[in-house]
């Protein structure tokens, strides 16, 4: 949403549910109507308005742009996990506008004291899984098992037993006896998990300290709220054949999120090899992307914008947690 020059003429036109002022300033060749998505903002923001204000176009486009990204920026700024941007597109075909939420962060998530502090075992693993089963609803974010079945499909076919992952190197890549034992196969890669990583080592709830369990247990509540909202009126839902309508070229881009869970200490080589045509041709780094046909549906944008943040707070206070304080 950029600001154009006004009109030299001086009628008015009706924006947002008021009067706008036309400069005689600027020639009307430099002139430009509010699009589609600027009168859509436009209305939400003079609803909300006591002012009487007078605005040229292009002044008109700097306000309603500056009261929606500040509305945006208050929800997202305390978010440290990760880089957002709030952009209003348009369906190429009708015009009807939309709000995507982009996220900007490309790599593993910082985990804190679960990768590398010296906590028990089994109250780091609650910690990952947690994180591992719930970040994706607001996240473009994968996990282990997302890398397994991308490197199964990407080495072995897409086998998952060393024996069918060395009958699937041999008989597709063309791999001799002798260099089986240099290459990865399923139980070595997963042998590579560190203790935290794995499941089965997490301590039940009743078995971690108060501290963790309530970290824990607000960070379920906030992923079971963001799971009730309404999918056309949810900031953080995504439909990759919504997205097609709104982003061009986006069907060229990898389908791999741009952010994971997996630590690259342990998997360098398997993340490079998965995430060299997200390096190319871009990753699918859309957070949410919510069609609004009406202005009405701006504040239920926002409520929901608001629960994801919510939910993301609560998973970066479950990382920056001191263990030593529980």
Not at 16 to 29: E, L, N, T, Y
Not at 203 to 221: C, D, E, H, I, N
Request: charged share 25%; with cysteine.
């Amino acid at each position: 949403m950029h600001p154009h020059p006004a009109c030299a003429s001086r009628r008015s036109v009706d924006l947002a549910g008021r009067v706008v002022a036309i400069s005689a300033d600027v020639p009307a060749i430099f002139d430009a109507p509010l699009p589609p998505h600027h009168k859509l903002i436009g209305r939400w923001v003079a609803a909300r308005e006591t002012s009487s204000e007078l605005y040229t176009r292009a002044a008109a486009r700097r306000h309603i742009e500056g009261v929606f990204n500040a509305a945006v920026l208050k929800i997202l700024d305390p978010i440290e996990i990760a880089d957002f941007r709030v952009a209003v597109i348009l369906n190429e075909e009708d015009g009807t506008p939309a709000i995507a939420v982009i996220c900007h962060s490309l790599g593993q998530i910082d985990l804190g004291w679960i990768e590398t502090g010296n906590a028990p075992i089994s109250w780091r693993a609650a910690a990952y899984r947690a994180l591992e089963q719930c970040l994706g609803r607001v996240l473009p974010i994968f996990g282990y098992r997302d890398l397994f079945n991308e490197i199964s499909m990407y080495y072995w076919d897409g086998e998952i037993d060393d024996e069918g992952a060395r009958q699937s190197l041999i008989a597709y890549h063309g791999a001799g006896a002798d260099e089986l034992d240099e290459l990865t196969l399923p139980s070595e890669m997963n042998a590579r998990r560190p203790e935290w990583m794995i499941e089965a080592n997490a301590a039940p709830p009743a078995r971690l300290p108060a501290g963790l369990r309530q970290k824990l247990a607000r960070l379920r509540t906030a992923h079971k709220a963001v799971g009730s909202l309404r999918p056309e009126r949810n900031a953080w839902d995504f439909d990759l054949q919504v997205a097609y309508d709104y982003i061009p070229g986006i069907e060229e881009c990898s389908s791999l999120p741009p952010l994971t869970l997996v630590p690259f200490d342990h998997f360098a080589r398997e993340l490079d090899d998965v995430g060299r045509n997200g390096m190319e041709m871009g990753f699918m780094e859309v957070a949410g992307l919510c069609p609004l046909p009406d202005a009405n549906h701006i504040d239920d944008w926002f409520a929901s914008l608001r629960l994801g943040a919510e939910f993301l707070l609560a998973a970066q206070e479950l990382i920056q947690l001191d263990p030593a304080q529980f």
